[in-house]
């Protein structure tokens, strides 16, 4: 897993912030955010990808639609993980956590 670094929320060409009525509609500011790889297994997504809610949608913690709260990963980890809320404690955020330094980004 590589450490990733989040961009900024995207704005539309006025300069707003973005706003989406869906959230694969995030999809390609998530590759030109991220690259196109899984933020899980570190995968190529040349086809096959999928954008991740870190905190699940069933949960009401989160906006499904909120930039902060997406990811890109491939159809197996993203399967894998289902609709279940991952937490520091039980797995890694490479937004959050540089595995290979093991030092907290944020
Ligand atoms: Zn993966």
């Given amino acids: ?3 990733i670094k989040r961009c900024l929320h995207p704005v539309d060409k006025a300069g707003n912030p973005k706003i989406v009525s869906d959230y694969k509609d995030w999809r390609l ?13 570190n995968d190529t997504l040349a086809y096959e990808l ?21 990811l890109l990963s491939c159809g197996p980890c ?9 937490t520091l404690e039980s797995h890694y955020f490479p937004d959050i956590i540089d595995v290979k330094r093991n030092k907290q980004l944020i």
């Fill in 29 to 41: 500011d998530l590759i030109h955010c991220f690259g196109a790889y899984c933020a899980y297994c």
């Fill in 78 to 86: 993203n399967w894998a993980k289902n609709d279940a809320n991952f």
């Fill in 50 to 70: 999928n954008v991740e809610h870190q905190v699940a949608q069933s949960s009401r913690e989160v906006n499904p639609l909120a930039w902060d709260n997406l």
């Fill in 1 to 3: 897993m590589r450490p």
